[in-house]
């Protein structure tokens, strides 16, 4: 039983929430409330939280002089390491509540229940203040609601006001589907929001020793190795190691010694608890099964993970040129990708992380950017990444779009010649006046808002909403496409996705021919997952 949260207990809440929200990433995905399965709330919060762990285990534990406390500064790597890390709305909105914390305690002498009470009201105003247009039932329910809990609990016990504050936001997730009626209609609670229960849950048992019940765990994603660049250390050494180790002081002296003479880049960072610690591994080597075999034989390693390094060094982004201009796109399939690189524009791939498209911008050199999201969920981390970018002194502007049909609209009209701004505006207006629509089959019974669906039904949705359900693709597609044109249009825009059948945009072409003979239709491989057709109407 803790009556403080120190360094140390911060950074097993770390290891432990991460290790929890990986359990349970399969049933947080499964909390999608839409019936198409392509559900990543559970993977975003894990590559989130994922991001937030590797921050702390690259810190060598010396204290910057910088005023922060022990606590206050691993708080703050952890809040560091989300932000650039975020993915998805909810990884987004986690960073800010991770910075709400480091903010109210990075210069506290001690954490206890009431530091605790006023980091969780602090995250709540910087998880709101995140979100363009806050919407409860969210995530953002959940964390006010553990806020509130936390205050009126009243004390300065901290194991008193961690349950206080978990059982608040497990008594708000349940309420959220009474806030939500999509989530009513599915039958499902909020899946950041669960996410969110899941951390505090961990939090909970790093203070009080206490294990919260769980319902039966998911199994987590299995991952395929990554590939990435050197950071630090010798190129002789062509992989890096990482793994959680249980292991005595001695045991870890032992090893660290061991592994020194295996490669380079070593670092081992104990939590700091009594005897048995546990303790961070990382280092760089080319004889992989003899660094985790060193670590069984000094105790007892899990989370081991292993990457293996890029053939060269990333190149350094090119000098920023003051009068030049790029787009950034966020796209998912590969027709899609090489339509947007025949624009001029930087791709990068679906649901990515605030450093990805952080990265992005900079490697365009160019002092003006704009970002094209291309997905609701995707727009927060956008948002955030172009804050960033502004410290770099590269101004960014974000134009909301929700669909690669409303991209092309919006690059369509780019202009060098204008203002920046101007053009930026122009491109606004282009997405704006591009109806989307998609078609995809559904992955689940569910109650739409065009009444119930079963699996396997053909869905067509216009902007983000279910119009038609229906049984044959190619009747649902033209039925959609003759319901937009009713209200107007002169071109129509077909992508086409990996699953659709040979034939559909002809066919769906040949129905717009006949029945609307003023209107043009273009029509490309786009290759995205999930959707068959995306659609629009300009």
């Given at each position: ?461 216009v902007e983000g909403e279910v119009h038609l359900i ?13 319901r937009m044109l009713g209200g107007g249009g002169e ?48």
């Amino acid at each position: 039983m803790l009556d403080t949260l120190d360094a140390a207990a911060v950074r097993r809440w770390c290891a432990s929430g991460l290790a929890t929200l990986q359990r349970h990433q399969g049933e947080i995905d499964d909390l999608n409330v839409f019936p198409v399965p392509d559900g990543d709330t559970g993977i975003n919060l894990v590559l989130t939280l994922t991001s937030a762990q590797q921050a702390l285990a690259m810190d060598l534990g010396t204290l910057p002089d910088d005023g922060h406390t022990p606590h206050g500064h691993v708080l703050r790597l952890m809040a560091q390491g989300a932000l650039l890390g975020a993915r998805g709305n909810s990884g987004v909105i986690l960073s800010q509540i991770l910075r709400g914390f480091a903010d109210t305690l990075a210069t506290a002498p001690a954490v206890r229940g009431r530091q605790l009470a006023a980091a969780l009201a602090a995250a709540t105003t910087a998880a709101y203040a995140a979100v363009a247009h806050p919407v409860e039932g969210t995530l953002l329910s959940v964390v006010a609601a553990a806020a509130r809990a936390a205050g009126q609990a009243d004390s300065d016990e901290l194991p008193t006001v961690a349950r206080a504050a978990a059982g608040g936001a497990a008594r708000a997730l349940a309420r959220t589907p009474e806030q939500l009626p999509a989530l009513a209609r599915a039958g499902v609670v909020d899946a950041g929001g669960r996410g969110l229960c899941l951390l505090l849950d961990a939090l909970v048992e790093v203070v009080t020793g206490e294990s919260p019940q769980q319902p039966m765990l998911a199994s987590p994603a299995v991952r395929p190795p990554a590939t990435t660049v050197r950071e630090a250390g010798s190129p002789a050494y062509a992989y890096e190691v990482q793994y959680l180790l249980d292991a005595t002081d001695d045991a870890a002296a032992r090893l660290r010694a061991e592994l020194d003479a295996l490669g380079d880049s070593l670092v081992i960072v104990g939590d700091g608890g009594p005897g048995v610690e546990t303790w961070n591994v990382h280092v760089h080597v080319n004889d992989v099964g003899a660094a985790i075999e060193a670590g069984i034989v000094a105790g007892r390693p899990h989370r081991i993970t292993v990457t293996r390094f890029a053939d060269q060094v990333a190149p350094a982004p090119p000098a920023l040129l003051p009068d030049g201009r790029a787009a950034v796109v966020v796209a998912t399939g590969a027709g899609i990708a090489e339509l947007f690189a025949a624009e001029g524009a930087i791709v990068v791939p679906a649901n990515p992380s605030t450093g990805e498209l952080l990265d992005a911008i900079r490697a365009t050199g160019a002092a003006r950017v704009v970002v094209l999201p291309n997905d609701p969920n995707t727009q927060s981390v956008a948002s955030t990444a172009a804050q960033e970018a502004h410290g770099l002194g590269v101004k960014v502007s974000v134009v909301p779009t929700r669909s690669p049909v409303q991209a092309l609209a919006a690059l369509a009209v780019r202009d060098p010649s204008r203002r920046f701004e101007d053009d930026v505006i122009a491109m606004a207006e282009a997405a704006g006046a591009c109806r989307y629509a998609e078609v995809c089959h559904a992955g689940r019974e569910a109650l739409t808002v065009a009444g119930p669906c079963r699996a396997g039904d053909v869905l067509a949705l216009v902007e983000g909403e279910v119009h038609l359900i229906g049984a044959d693709l190619l009747d649902t597609c033209t039925a959609m496409v003759d319901r937009m044109l009713g209200g107007g249009g002169e071109l129509v825009t077909l992508l086409c996705g990996a699953d659709a059948p040979d034939g559909l945009a002809d066919r769906v072409r040949e129905h717009v021919a006949r029945s609307w003979p003023f209107v043009e239709v273009q029509a490309y491989e786009g290759g995205q997952p999930h959707y068959p057709l995306l659609v629009g109407i300009e």
